[in-house]
């Protein structure tokens, strides 16, 4: 069992408030520490993350999208009333290389108006991300380009792209092996 739990001491203007109980006392040091941690990742995720669209919305347009951009940009990746016609720059996706996603988001159905988009990678069988975040340019509803992205080891990686479309969030993810 731990003697202690970060941070190891309390100042002496609060010592009188710890449990004399060896095990509440450790309890009551392991809490304090979730709060030092806890508060600055509260306001970490309430923060605008970076590689996240503003939010201001467009609708697609229809005739252009997807299908005569999946020739021009290469993939089309779909999700539940979505599809994202996309294409890595420079391609293919070399390891240790910084590269972009330049995409197109393509609402199928009523739901047409494009809200915030956010592009990011993990690695799922190591349970990471990137080390680096992406940043977007371009309007949604048109050609969108995600820069900045880097895949620093090889191995299979998720590309993901968060989007908000009829004030709904959707979560599309395209699996790349990279070597």
Not at 86 to 113: D, H, N, S, Y
Request: with cysteine; net charge positive.
């Amino acid at each position: 069992m731990p003697k202690t739990c970060w941070p190891p001491t309390l100042t002496a203007g609060n010592i009188d408030e710890m449990p004399s109980n060896p095990v509440k006392r450790i309890a009551f040091q392991c809490l304090t520490a979730l709060l030092f941690i806890a508060a600055p990742l509260a306001a970490l995720a309430q923060s605008a993350p970076q590689g996240v669209a503003p939010a201001t919305t467009r609708a697609a347009d229809p005739a252009r999208c997807p299908f005569t951009l999946v020739e021009r940009l290469g993939r089309l990746v779909s999700g539940n009333g979505v599809d994202i016609a996309w294409r890595p720059l420079p391609a293919p996706i070399a390891t240790g290389k910084p590269f972009a996603v330049e995409f197109e988001v393509c609402p199928r159905g009523a739901q047409r108006e494009i809200g915030r988009m956010a592009v990011d990678a993990v690695m799922p069988d190591h349970r990471h991300g990137m080390n680096y975040r992406p940043t977007l340019s371009g309007q949604p509803g048109g050609v969108m380009r995600a820069d900045g992205l880097v895949f620093h080891m090889p191995g299979r990686w998720q590309l993901i792209f968060d989007v908000q479309i009829g004030g709904q969030a959707q979560r599309i993810t395209e699996d790349i092996v990279v070597r």
